[in-house]
């Protein structure tokens, strides 16, 4: 029987986008707690130049070596690939580039309806495509020969704040300005309204007790704790959350997707593109999209990259790979179809044919390091839970928020589509 006159209690495991938004709509009607595996979120504010100095001495010779300049960052590796994932307050949306891109087919298809909810962000949060103000000459140029080809880019709706970007190339390794917006705010306004913020704890399990669950059991600090609550919410990633739920007794599917990234560079003298915003416009091609990015995993640590940075061209392609692979928390399994082959030989191709416009000649073109940031996928929703958006194998108080529940790869940029699929998971919840 519950208790009356006591608020109810919930979890939510996560900052990042799905647990940020899921903090900040439930807390009130709960007292949210909310916890993080990661610390403080610190941008790089170390000179990139003098840290490319580095690279003659063989110092960087792994990508998992990241977090000696970046702690916020962890890298992993599968088979074919390099994991990239955010490890801090804000989860992965403080190295996202802002990104704001509505992408929502596959859960219009299950029937899932997000108008509501993304008309609710665009007037809650700092849309705006006004950064055009900040393109230089090379993101000009860049975006003609898309023209050009007939790619038909797209400027990128960004979460940012125009007038305070400092044209600095950061975006991806935390905006030392506070130009870029990321969920930290929302976690700030959750903890305002009375929520409790818990950082360096990292859940490992739930605790389940007669098709319920009661509470967590986490590490703070090093040290084995439990946490009880009515209610938990995991938001704890694509690779964090399969873990959680598997160590409790829930099965996943091998059904991991990654949106695989590989971009192909080459050496332009006095370029700059290193001073421009990241992924400032997009062209949306069959199964992947073009983006003009500055590697920095390649840039550190792949050979063919050792040169300084300003003098570097460079295009992204972010594929939408085929949803198969997995984690279990030691290993992650994630290898790259002939399928996924074959469309990114094909955008190679295109990326090749830009740079060349560009003036870079073909034989003096690299690849760089092939990685991905947006696992998800591996409890993903079905038609039949498009007015529950929970999965019947879950206890019916445990709800999961982030991008392990999305029905197959984007190929882009997923935070908005993750902010509003919590925002209508909080409502139902509510409701």
């Known amino acids: 029987m519950r208790e009356t ?31 993080e595996a990661g610390n403080a979120f610190h941008p790089f504010s170390l000179s990139v130049n003098s840290m490319a100095k ?30 990239v994932r955010g490890m801090g307050l804000g989860g992965t949306t403080t190295l996202a580039t802002g990104n704001a891109l509505r992408w929502d087919g596959a859960l219009k298809e299950l029937g899932i309806d997000l108008n509501e909810e993304f008309q609710a962000l665009q007037e809650e949060l700092p849309i705006t495509t006004k950064h055009q103000e ?15 080809m007939g790619l038909q880019p797209q400027v990128t709706p960004k979460l940012l704040n125009p007038s305070m970007c400092a044209e600095c190339g950061h975006c991806a390794i935390g905006c030392p300005t506070g130009a870029k917006w990321d969920t930290r705010s ?66 996943c599917s091998r059904t991991l997707f990654t949106d695989p990234v590989l971009c192909v560079a080459g050496p332009l003298p006095g370029i700059r593109q290193d001073r421009q915003i990241l992924m400032p416009f997009i062209s949306q ?36 790979d085929r949803e198969q692979g997995s984690t279990d928390g030691r290993r992650i399994h994630k290898a790259m179809t002939q399928e996924d082959n074959r469309v990114m030989a094909q955008a190679v191709a ?24 947006h696992p998800g996928g591996m409890l993903p929703l079905t038609a039949g839970e498009r007015e529950s958006l929970h999965n019947p194998a879950l206890p019916g108080n445990l709800y ?12 882009n940029p997923p935070m908005l589509t993750i902010m509003a699929l919590a925002k209508k998971i909080a409502a139902k919840m509510l409701a």
Not at 8 to 30: C, D, F, H, P, S
Not at 64 to 80: A, G, K, Q, T
Not at 136 to 142: G, H, Q, Y
């Open 5 to 35: 006159g006591r608020r109810q209690t919930a979890i939510v495991i996560g900052t990042g986008a799905g647990g940020a938004v899921m903090a900040k709509e439930l807390q009130g009607r709960y007292q949210v707690t909310i916890l």
């Open 54 to 83: 580095l690279r003659k001495t063989g110092a960087f010779f792994d990508e998992r070596m990241i977090r000696l300049i970046l702690p916020n960052m962890l890298v992993e590796r599968s088979e074919d690939m390099v994991l």
């Open 134 to 148: 900040h393109w230089t000459e090379t993101t000009w140029r860049m975006y003609r020969v898309f023209e050009e």
């Open 186 to 251: 929302l976690v700030e306004q959750a903890v305002e309204q009375g929520a409790k913020l818990v950082t360096d704890c990292r859940v490992t399990k739930l605790n389940i007790s007669g098709g319920t669950v009661t509470g967590v059991i986490a590490r703070h600090h090093g040290r084995r704790t439990q946490y009880h609550a009515d209610l938990v919410v995991l938001s704890a990633g694509g690779l964090g959350t399969p873990v959680i739920l598997e160590r409790s007794g829930i099965p």
């Open 285 to 320: 091609q069959e199964g992947y999209i073009l983006s003009p990015y500055m590697d920095y995993l390649s840039f550190f640590f792949h050979r063919a990259w050792r040169l300084p940075m300003q003098d570097i061209a460079s295009i992204m392609i972010k594929l939408a």
């Open 350 to 373: 295109q990326s090749r044919e830009i740079l060349e416009r560009l003036g870079v000649a073909k034989q003096r073109q690299f690849l760089g390091t092939l990685n991905a940031g």
């Open 400 to 411: 999961v928020a982030d991008a392990t529940i999305l029905p197959r790869s984007m190929g």
